[in-house]
C-alpha cells in the first residue's frame, strides 16, 4: 500500500506556505491530505502560521497571540515566497476540505500563551465542519495537547511529532499515531517496527527518503512536494 501523501503547509515548495493558493495547489497535484499548522489569536481565532510570530512568513510583525484577527490580516502573508497572499483561517482551510473531500492534518503548537484553548476550539471548528467524529488527525510535539484532545474526544486521531531524541521515548496512550521525523527513519529504519502504531513520517521531499518511507510501510507522508512526491510513488 501506497502511502497517505500529506501537504505540509500545502504545496509549499511551490507556493507561499499556508496559504490557500499553497493549498489548491497541493489539492490539484493529487495530495490525499494536508497539514496545517494552527495558533489563537488575541480574540480566540485560530490561524494558519507555523511560527510563534509573524516575521517570517509576512511583512508583519508580533506575535500571533499578542494580535487580533483583524490586526493580523492587515498583513501580506505570500510576497516573501513568490506572490502577495493574504492571512489564512483554519476556518477557510476547513471550507476547502470540505469542498475537496481532502483530509485535514492539523498540529496545534505549544507552548501557547492560551493554553488548552487551543484544543478546545480546534475540536469546535472541527464539529462545525462535520470533521470531528474520525475525519480529520491532530498533531503535536505536546503529550499535554494530545490528551487534553483525547480527553475531550475518543473519535480524533492523534499523532505526537517526535524527532530523534524523542523518538526514544515511550509513545503515550493518547497517540494513535506515530509521528518521526525522516531523519530519524533513515537512522532507526526498525523504528516503525517498534512502534507498533500507523506511521505518520514529516517531512520527505527526496525521492530516495519517500522510497524509504514506502518500503517501510510508512502509512502517512507529509511531504513540501505532493506533485513530485506523486509521481515518485508512480
Known amino acids: ?22 493549498y489548491e495547489l497541493a489539492v490539484e497535484q493529487g495530495a490525499d491530505g494536508v497539514e496545517c499548522d494552527v495558533r489563537l489569536t488575541r480574540d480566540g481565532h485560530l490561524v494558519c502560521v507555523h511560527d510563534r510570530t509573524v516575521s517570517r512568513t509576512s511583512d508583519g510583525r508580533g506575535s500571533v497571540g499578542d494580535l487580533t484577527l483583524a490586526e493580523l490580516a492587515e498583513f501580506d502573508y505570500g510576497s516573501w515566497h513568490s506572490r502577495p497572499a493574504p492571512l489564512l483561517t483554519l476556518r477557510a482551510l476547513l471550507e476547502l476540505v470540505a469542498d475537496t473531500g481532502v483530509r485535514l492534518f492539523a498540529e496545534t503548537k505549544h507552548p501557547a500563551r492560551h493554553g488548552s484553548r487551543v484544543e478546545e476550539r480546534l475540536l469546535a471548528e472541527l464539529g462545525e465542519f462535520g470533521l470531528a467524529d474520525g475525519k480529520a488527525t491532530v498533531l503535536s510535539f505536546s503529550g499535554t495537547a494530545l490528551r487534553r484532545i483525547a480527553a475531550q474526544s475518543v473519535h480524533v486521531p492523534t499523532v505526537l511529532l517526535t524527532d530523534q531524541v524523542t523518538a526514544r521515548r515511550p509513545l503515550p496512550r493518547t497517540a494513535t499515531i506515530a509521528g518521526p521525523s525522516v531523519t530519524t527513519l533513515r537512522t532507526d529504519p526498525d523504528y516503525v517496527r517498534r512502534a507498533g502504531r500507523e506511521i505518520y513520517a514529516w517531512t520527505a521531499d527526496e525521492p530516495a527518503d519517500i522510497a524509504l518511507c514506502a518500503r517501510l510501510g510508512v502509512r502517512y507522508l507529509a511531504t513540501n512536494v505532493p506533485g513530485k512526491a506523486r509521481e515518485a510513488l508512480g
Open 1 to 22: 500500500m501506497q502511502p497517505f501523501l500529506v501537504a505540509h503547509r500545502g504545496a509549499s515548495a511551490d507556493r507561499p506556505e499556508h496559504t490557500l493558493a499553497a
